[in-house]
């Protein structure tokens, strides 16, 4: 009974170079979330996708940031051109569901072990 | 001023203490409260969630919110060195459209001393 798999766990990358962050959610999940924790802070938001779609990416950076979850294979989160400030520990976490507001339900985000991005 | 504030800490305590861990925050907006727990270099694992006002108590935690002074607490009792972790506090409001983006404090940092 896999939980959310994150690969790589540790990632080196030189200043302008692409940075490429897999996601496979816990099986059976559909959605997924990405998360970045900066040294000192806490845990921000940056995107929200369904297999295909994105539906949420009010947290990602305008530019050199993507995301995409395709019908097959893990959700990749993708950083072009990383500069120093983009390192620190993305997360991914998936739910099976998403919330449903008439049974005041939510689903539960089951978060993967992160990858840490060191940006030399 | 951040939607969620939360003590940093370190916060450290002697095995069996009870522990009170808190967050504030400030959009009346948010409706379901959780508490993660993350152990260094890990993912951050859910411990509790709770639904608007009230108590909810599973085993040694006790998760406690309190709307009208837009606070919650996360009680740990007969605290173990196991319990040594970080604390996030997480909330989301009942949102329009699909998904439950969550907004976390910084976490609290709890050391439990034998």
């Known amino acids: 009974n896999a939980g959310v798999m994150q690969n790589p766990r540790h990632l080196v990358r030189r200043r302008g170079q692409e940075a490429r962050l897999r996601c496979s959610p816990v099986?059976?999940?559909?959605?997924v979330y990405w998360y970045r924790q900066l040294p000192e802070e806490g845990l921000k938001f940056m995107v929200y996708?369904?297999?295909?779609?994105?539906?949420?990416e009010s947290g990602m950076p305008k530019e050199r940031f993507s995301a995409e979850f395709p019908k097959e294979g893990p959700s990749i989160l993708r950083i072009q051109q990383v500069v120093r400030g983009d390192s620190a520990a993305y997360f991914c976490?998936?739910?099976?569901?998403?919330?449903?507001?008439?049974?005041?339900?939510?689903?539960?985000?089951?978060f993967g072990p992160g990858t840490r991005l060191t940006v030399l | 001023q951040k939607e969620v504030e939360q003590d940093p800490g370190p916060l450290s305590v002697p095995e069996g203490a009870i522990v009170s861990l808190n967050c504030t925050y400030s959009?009346?907006?948010?409706?379901?409260f959780m508490w993660y727990r993350q152990y260094s270099r890990k993912g951050p694992e859910l411990l509790m969630y709770?639904?608007?006002?009230g108590n909810k108590e599973d085993g040694r935690f006790t998760a406690q919110v309190d709307k009208s002074s837009k606070y919650i607490s996360l009680f740990i009792r007969d605290s173990q060195p196991s319990d040594s972790a970080t604390y996030l506090c997480?909330?989301?409001?009942?949102?329009?459209?699909?998904?439950?983006?969550?907004?976390f404090g910084t976490g609290t940092q709890l050391k439990v001393e034998l």
């Open positions: 976490a998936s739910s099976p569901v998403s919330g449903t507001r008439d049974r005041g339900i939510t689903d539960t985000q089951y």
């Open positions: 099986k059976g999940h559909s959605h």
């Open positions: 996708l369904q297999k295909e779609n994105i539906i949420d």
């Open positions: 959009n009346s907006a948010f409706q379901y």
């Open positions: 709770t639904y608007s006002s």
């Open positions: 997480a909330m989301t409001p009942i949102l329009t459209g699909g998904g439950n983006k969550l907004t």
